[in-house]
């Protein structure tokens, strides 16, 4: 198993926003992946900032190319996403589940 591991950070006030798009827009679209066995959103308030982390855990790397594309290690976005995120990380980590 694998587990993918997104960062993004948020001004502190648009947090809230950015939560309810993250569970109304990417978790669904997470979850419709076959190979897709879990997926959290997990926030830590930062003072001014806001960082969420998308944890997720896939059966294999060829059901994460489903979701991801061919290049697994990149991040994927969604055109909301601009609206929010202070920057646009280029990488996602990958770990292996023992």
């Known amino acids: 198993m694998i587990c ?3 960062h ?3 001004r502190a006030e648009s947090a809230d926003a950015y939560a309810a798009f993250l569970q109304r827009r ?5 979850a419709r992946v076959p190979g897709n066995l879990r ?3 997990l926030r830590r308030d930062d003072g001014e900032v806001t960082h969420f982390l998308t944890v997720t855990h896939w059966a294999s790397e060829a059901a994460i ?6 290049d697994l290690l990149k991040a994927k976005y ?6 929010f ?4 990380e280029e990488r996602v980590r990958h770990y292996e589940v023992l």
Do not use: S
């Open 4 to 6: 993918r591991i997104w």
């Open 65 to 70: 190319r489903d979701f991801a594309g061919e």
């Open 39 to 41: 997926v959290q959103i």
């Open 8 to 10: 993004g950070r948020t």
């Open 78 to 83: 969604y055109d909301e996403d601009a609206d």
């Open 26 to 30: 990417a978790v669904p679209d997470y």
């Open 85 to 88: 995120l202070l920057e646009l």
